[in-house]
């Protein structure tokens, strides 16, 4: 396990593709904050743009559907592996012990370390935008700020594991894209949720992962907390256990 | 005896409603340089896929080194592969290749080994050609350097030869047998028998998923020499007369009917005026040489659309 997820940090840190993802990802965050400050929106949940800390502001420019940061976690995902794939790459380790278990695992592993690397990069856009654009340089309590981005964290990489199990079962590089896109709108969220309310369902869609992420939350209670740590949690389990499941039973080119 | 590091029982695969493979029942021994002919489609790279455990088989065994394969259970550590195209990252140089590779094996001295590989396989003075700019020779001989690179016992090559021009067969050639001789077990497929019989000292012919013959090197070189095909009243009572009065022990009985003579230095007017005077009424008499191609055409039932 640890000698493939060497290998696929090899490819990463190697990988012209995942730094200009970043860069790419740094400036549009940047235009963004500007182009919030040029346009400033009425206060949401009682404070404007400028009065929010920085675990606020993570919150709420995670929760502006589309969601970039999912948009940019998908295209990662399907490229990661499907360059791999395509490129038949995997037939000359697979014939290891374990392998098609490790290699999901390592891939996982290293969708992961991108999330880190992407929260990170959204995070230092946050504060240096902020500084520059909303004249707030102020970073706010960091014990919510860790929480809130340990949470963020864990429901993106389940996010990513989701599209990893898009992938391994369509092999096709557009189609993962296309996925990560309709979710990064929350559009089964937003269509679930229309349900709930026209045929009076119970709120599952509040179970959802995508539809967690794209809500603004307060994670300063701990009932909102510990819901999104369960949705995170349980989502990348299952994400898990269906990529693991698939690969182990996938017939390969 | 021998021992038998690969062995096939009644493996089959199965595609949705499309059988595959049917019924393939093969072994391969140590040392062995095994030749897996058939056209195109036959089920050659569908056999080593199931081989090398990148497919799983719908019915059927695989054993590799008197184990019975499972896709976790390791033993195919032992093997190299080399299946359909190279599974090469085209952006990368040859020896990134090989170093990332060495990396999923946890090879500490991946480095030198990756040097001798290359100097191996004449890629060495490439340093900085990215794979996407190799040649198909290069990519095949990178290719192997990558499925030599754990240093296995066996190594399953799916056409080797494809796409090189004759100087790139010849020295893929060269190195095939140098690792034989070393003690490496090879399984190749091609279509082409010419060169693998080259190469091959066991043979299995695959048409349409099944195995249809297997035979050893000499078995194939004497089916494929001249011979004179004989049609008789009734072969059982022409080869007592054969061996008796011609003193010939090299022929086959292939029917009621039918015998081969293999050996062509007894003249036909001798072969016929022997049956005769012992009863035995002849029907025609051919003296055939058989290319190997000829031999391979013939026995998957494609003889005649070829010569057409």
Request: hydrophobic share 45%; glycine share 8%; charged share 20%.
């Amino acid at each position: 396990m640890l000698n493939l997820l060497r290998m696929d940090l090899r490819r990463l840190v190697g990988n012209k593709l995942t730094i200009a993802l970043l860069f790419i990802y740094c400036l549009f965050h940047l235009f963004a904050i500007f182009m919030m400050a040029e346009n400033p929106t009425p206060p949401m949940n009682g404070m404007t743009l400028v009065e929010m800390e920085e675990w606020q502001f993570l919150q709420h420019t995670s929760s502006i559907a589309s969601s970039w940061v999912l948009i940019y976690l998908s295209v990662f995902t399907v490229y990661f592996y499907m360059s791999e794939y395509q490129a038949g790459f995997y037939k000359n380790y697979l014939s290891m012990r374990r392998a098609r278990i490790y290699s999901v695992l390592s891939k996982l592993t290293v969708q992961g370390v991108f999330t880190l690397a992407l929260l990170a990069t959204v995070v230092l856009c946050d504060v240096v935008g902020r500084y520059f654009f909303l004249d707030n340089g102020t970073f706010g309590d960091p014990g919510l700020f860790l929480r809130v981005l340990g949470i963020q964290f864990l429901l993106h990489w389940a996010f990513s594991a989701l599209i990893l199990v898009v992938v391994i079962i369509t092999r096709q590089l557009l189609t993962g894209v296309i996925v990560g896109i309709v979710c990064s709108f929350n559009l089964p969220g937003m269509a679930l949720t229309a349900l709930e309310s026209l045929i009076g369902l119970p709120p599952i869609s509040s179970y959802f992962l995508v539809h967690e992420i794209v809500n603004y939350k307060d994670y300063a209670d701990l009932g909102n907390t510990l819901h999104a740590v369960l949705v995170g949690a349980v989502s990348l389990l299952l994400f898990t256990a269906i990529a693991l499941y698939m690969k182990s039973k996938e017939d390969l080119r | 005896m021998a021992q038998l590091l690969i062995e096939l029982k009644q493996l089959t695969k199965r595609y949705k409603s499309k059988t595959v493979l049917r019924d393939i029942n093969l072994t391969v021994e140590k040392g062995d340089i095994f030749g897996l002919i058939g056209h195109n489609g036959a089920g050659k790279s569908t056999l080593l896929k199931l081989i090398g455990g990148l497919i799983h088989p719908t019915a059927g065994q695989v054993k590799l080194f008197g184990q019975a394969t499972s896709v976790h259970n390791g033993i195919h550590d032992r093997m190299g592969l080399l299946i359909e195209q190279a599974g090469l990252y085209p952006s990368y140089t040859g020896r990134e290749n090989l170093r990332l590779l060495s990396l999923a094996y946890g090879l500490r001295d991946g480095g030198e080994r990756a040097e001798r590989l290359l100097e191996r396989v004449g890629l060495r003075d490439e340093p900085k050609t990215k794979v996407k700019n190799y040649s198909m020779g290069m990519k095949q001989r990178l290719g192997i350097a990558m499925a030599l690179l754990a240093s296995p016992d066996v190594l399953v090559l799916d056409e080797p030869i494809n796409g090189l021009d004759p100087q790139g067969i010849a020295d893929i050639r060269g190195l095939l047998l140098e690792l034989n001789k070393q003690g490496l077990t090879l399984l190749i497929s091609s279509h082409i028998l010419e060169e693998l019989s080259k190469v091959a000292t066991r043979y299995a012919i695959i048409d349409r998923g099944e195995i249809i013959e297997t035979l050893s090197r000499e078995d194939l070189l004497s089916r494929c020499g001249e011979r004179i095909e004989l049609e008789v009243e009734a072969a059982s009572a022409a080869a007592p007369i054969l061996e008796r009065d011609l003193q010939l022990t090299n022929y086959q009985v292939i029917d009621q009917h039918t015998l081969y003579i293999m050996d062509t230095r007894v003249k036909n007017h001798e072969i016929v005026a022997a049956l005769v005077a012992g009863g035995v009424a002849v029907h025609s008499l051919n003296t055939r040489k058989q290319s190997l191609e000829d031999y391979f055409l013939e026995r998957t039932g494609k003889g005649e659309g070829h010569n057409a």
